[in-house]
């Protein structure tokens, strides 16, 4: 069963507009990751954050972390056209052996 | 995607036919996953191996197994191939021992028909 959920299944933002997708997990957790799958392609690590941390930056990506709520959040700046893709995040299951995916919030960047 | 490659990228077969895919990592990593990745379910867990001959069961493992008998080779195989075997399959190998990212082949589309 899914550990992580996004929200939304879907954006579509124009281009130099800022994308935010939320992700909310079931149980405790050492780490949230973020990864991105262009279409026809293998997912692409983005960013992993730790549980003792609560925001974290990566050239125009912020992700931040609220472990009381069990959710996390993935701001992009400025979206390009080339940020179009679906983007997943990820923690370990119970017994921390592997990862665990959500179904992903597909964006739309339009120039 | 950089020391991981998985063969073949495309497969079609006919219902029952036994289907083997491939994941080569060129890296020595320890830990290798087999995922599927279908519309409205995103990517689900089939098998995951912590070295040679060490595997284990994920969330969806029947009607699949598994083989791992060099480091740098995780075999996934459909013994008797099904309609609701038709997929995306992605490899991924762990970049650090557990606790760290993923990195993914370019995954095997199969059809089952």
């Known amino acids: 069963s899914q550990q992580g959920e996004e929200d939304p299944q879907a954006l579509s933002i124009q281009e130099g507009e800022n994308a935010t997708m939320n992700c909310s997990y079931k149980t405790s957790i050492n780490n949230l990751q973020w990864y991105r799958q262009n279409s026809g392609r293998g997912l692409v690590h983005l960013i992993l954050i730790r549980s003792n941390e609560r925001e974290k930056h990566s050239g125009r990506l912020r992700v931040t972390l609220d472990t009381s709520k069990k959710s996390s959040s993935l701001l992009i700046t400025a979206s390009r056209a080339a940020d179009t893709a679906s983007y997943f995040c990820a923690t370990y299951n119970q017994a921390g052996t592997a990862l665990i995916f959500g179904k992903g919030t597909t964006l739309s960047v339009s120039s | 995607d950089a020391g991981i490659t998985q063969s073949p990228r495309h497969k079609v077969t006919e219902t029952g036919t036994p289907v083997t895919l491939r994941c080569h990592q060129t890296e020595n990593h320890r830990y290798m996953y087999w995922y599927r990745q279908d519309p409205g379910h995103g990517l689900r867990l089939i098998h995951y191996?912590?070295?040679?001959?060490?595997?284990d069961k994920g969330e969806v493992s029947d009607g699949y197994s598994v083989s791992r008998s060099k480091t740098e080779d995780f075999l996934l195989t459909l013994e008797s191939a099904t309609s609701s075997q038709t997929s995306v399959y992605f490899c991924?190998?762990?970049?650090?021992?557990?606790?760290?990212?993923?990195?993914f082949g370019s995954g095997t589309r199969l059809t089952v028909v």
């Open positions: 191996s912590y070295g040679v001959k060490d595997t």
């Open positions: 991924a190998i762990s970049v650090q021992e557990q606790g760290g990212g993923y990195t």
